[in-house]
């Protein structure tokens, strides 16, 4: 079956420092895999993805995604955090055969001033 | 363009009553899904509908039951409410591109059932 683990409930970092929400997966043929962030009392944002093609995935509001088919992992990162970054982050994988998307139980990133 | 919209936006039922959450995008998206989302569990997906005229279970659709109206709206109907209904649902919408495209979300319907 696949599966997605974000091991951290929650993130904390100060603002200016890089930020790493983690993401592994579980599947088994090719990894569809995308981010998703949501804030406070709205629904869910696309952020990236990864399909095919260069493992560093560049998405909006300056995150990027590395993936790494070694370590069946998909980080989530920024080089610098904002505190308008805190919000809850999901990863999710896409099931074969259809656009159903099976997500991990979230990541809340908490970025301090 | 509003994307995708959902209505309400809260609702308290007792148990055993029914309601319908109604969602619409203006997207001409292909396919819809209908989400539910607990503290510490994710998105677990109830049911989604591939193109206008189909639809299919996802991982928890007891209790549940939908509608694809047409291409833009897709409801999802409680027959007698239960607690364990209690949660914010979601509505998604997809383009079918090579079944790769990106889900748009709904603001959400926060529902308690007492």
């Known amino acids: 079956a696949q599966s997605v683990a974000q091991p951290e409930d929650q993130v904390n970092v100060a603002e200016g420092n890089p930020l790493t929400v983690k993401c592994t997966y579980s599947?088994?043929?090719?990894?569809?895999l995308f981010w998703y962030v949501q804030y406070p009392n709205r629904g869910l944002q696309f952020l990236l993805k990864?399909?095919?093609?260069?493992?560093l995935v560049k998405g909006s509001y300056g995150f990027e995604a590395e993936f790494n088919k070694s370590q069946t992992s998909f980080h989530l990162k920024k080089p610098s955090a904002l505190v308008s970054d805190s919000a809850l982050y999901f990863c999710?994988?896409?099931?074969?055969?259809?656009?159903?998307?099976?997500f991990g139980t979230g990541t809340r990133l908490l970025v301090s001033p | 363009n509003a994307g995708v919209t959902q209505t309400p936006k809260f609702q308290v039922l007792k148990t055993g009553q029914s309601m319908t959450l109604q969602c619409a995008q203006d997207?001409?998206?292909?396919?819809m899904y209908w989400y539910r989302q607990d503290p510490g569990m994710g998105l677990r997906l109830i049911y989604y509908?591939?193109?206008?005229?189909?639809?299919d279970k996802g991982e928890v659709p007891n209790g549940y039951n939908v509608s694809r109206l047409n291409k833009r709206e897709f409801s999802l109907r409680l027959e007698s409410a239960a607690p364990s209904q209690t949660s914010v649902y979601f509505c998604?919408?997809?383009?079918?591109?090579?079944?790769?495209?990106?889900?748009?979300f709904g603001p959400g319907t926060r529902l308690t059932v007492t």
């Open positions: 599947v088994s043929g090719n990894p569809y």
């Open positions: 509908s591939a193109s206008e005229g189909t639809t």
């Open positions: 998604a919408s997809s383009e079918e591109v090579a079944g790769l495209g990106e889900q748009y």
């Open positions: 999710a994988l896409q099931d074969t055969g259809f656009q159903k998307l099976v």
């Open positions: 997207m001409n998206h292909n396919s």
């Open positions: 990864y399909i095919t093609g260069d493992n």
